[in-house]
């Protein structure tokens, strides 16, 4: 406990006695001077260093007239008037340096100033002024130590001089009483700020739960109507043969397709409205699609009539699996901006597996038939950025010079050093 005070003495009035903290104007936000006219306000916010300027010219100028009683302009006018005032005053600038100096001149002061022992009613108000402003610049805990070396100081002077008076009990009374209403008001100041910071915290996470309420309405209402519409699909075509005598073979797998294509978006709408109506956030138990299960999207997009070509190049390994579902999302996000924005254009997809990461290039040609481009909102080239910034990779995205567009990327993947090296070797 010894230690943890000394420690706690040495970080409060000795750690930073030289820093230069000058004491900043008060605000126009607050209470009282937002009330003022605009001439007033703005000289309001210097109000704490006229005060202290005003008690230190009250103190200058008494000390002046009890020193010229026995000493008229002399040093022991500059001792017993000028340090007390100038310590005061030096509060605004040097609080802790301050206090010491008010401090180590209270033998002086006393000595030179023979009225009165240990404090001159002008070293008194002085002293007892520092003690308020330095409070009111620290913590409490500094104006505990700060009361303390007061009364530690003022007893052992007292005791050297053999004086005995109430000198520095009036001290101790009156530095107590005032220390003590500059925490009270620090304290409710301190609480007052961390209520309006818990408030602003509590705002924040009220609208972020507004926002995931709102959310998971929207998911739950995009599942209603997607759900429904996509189930009508997939009844329909399935039913749909049965309503044609004798349809060709053709028809019949165009409308199976149509239907596992149905039944495929319903399972993935589900997985993932899953994960936003969750409320423990926990992710689904199905499998995430790979970069294995990339030739099942390709077989699936070249029956829409999409010619597709992919090409991969490097040593194909499994991937981590961020990688591997983001890189099949992209490849699968292009194939669908090559459908609704350049319809009847081939595509080419190439994958290049390096040593540092994963490269991907998706580009296909200019629009080419009757059917005209659908309108996109833009999202689709979105969602790829966003994927591989969460990645750290590298995307470009624009149009070829034949008219049609390119989609490059690559994702960085952590280089497993044993694995290279044999890769290397072999």
């Known amino acids: 406990m010894a230690a943890g005070a000394l420690d706690g003495l040495r970080q409060d009035l000795f750690q ?9 104007p008060l605000g126009t936000d607050g209470p009282v001077i937002r009330r003022l006219p605009g001439p007033l306000r703005k000289g309001a916010v210097w109000f704490p260093h006229a005060v202290v300027g005003l008690v230190a ?47 180590a001149s209270t033998p002086l002061v006393a000595v030179v100033g023979h009225d009165q022992w240990p404090w001159s009613p002008t070293a008194f108000v002085c002293h007892l002024g520092v003690l308020i402003v330095v409070a009111a610049r620290t913590r409490p805990r500094t104006a505990a130590w700060m009361w ?43 609480a007052k700020q961390e209520v309006t910071v818990q408030r602003t915290v509590t ?5 972020r739960r507004t926002l995931l309420e709102e959310r998971t309405t929207i998911a739950r209402e995009l599942h209603d109507v997607v759900a429904h519409h996509m189930s009508v699909v997939a009844i329909q075509a399935e039913a749909a043969p049965y309503r044609v005598e004798n349809p060709p073979p053709e028809l019949e797998q165009a409308f199976v397709t149509i239907r596992e294509n149905a039944v495929a978006a319903l399972t993935e ?21 790979t970069l294995a299960e990339l030739d099942r999207l390709l077989d699936n997009v070249r029956e829409t009539g999409l010619e597709t070509e992919k090409t991969v190049t490097g040593a194909v390994r499994v991937l981590p699996q961020g990688v591997e579902l983001s890189a099949y999302r992209i490849v699968q996000e292009a194939l669908s901006n090559t459908l609704r924005h350049a319809p009847g254009a081939p595509a080419k997809v190439e994958i290049g597996y390096v040593l540092g990461g994963l490269g991907l290039r998706v580009v296909n040609g200019p629009p080419r038939g009757l059917v005209k481009p659908s309108p996109g909102a833009g999202h689709g080239v979105t969602g790829m950025r966003e994927r591989v910034a969460m990645l750290d990779g590298e995307m470009t995205a624009g149009e070829t010079e034949d008219g049609g567009y390119e989609v490059a990327v690559f994702l960085p993947v952590p280089v497993d050093r044993d694995r290279a090296e044999q890769e290397v070797g072999a």
């Open 16 to 24: 930073h006695v030289l820093d230069f903290r000058p004491l900043a």
């Open 57 to 103: 010219l009250i103190a200058l100028m008494q000390g002046v007239f009890v020193a010229n009683a026995y000493s008229p302009f002399g040093v022991a006018t500059v001792i017993t008037a000028f340090v007390p005032a100038g310590t005061l005053l030096a509060t605004l600038v040097r609080p802790l340096l301050a206090f010491w100096v008010s401090v």
């Open 148 to 190: 303390l070396v007061t009364l530690l100081i003022g007893t052992l002077v007292e005791n050297v001089g053999g004086h005995s008076s109430a000198i520095t009990f009036g001290m101790a009374l009156t530095s107590a009483v005032a220390l003590l209403v500059v925490v009270l008001v620090q304290t409710r100041r301190e």
């Open 203 to 207: 705002a924040v996470e009220r609208d």
């Open 269 to 289: 709408l589900r997985r993932v409205l899953g994960v936003v109506r969750a409320e423990d956030q926990e992710l689904p138990d199905a499998p995430q699609p």
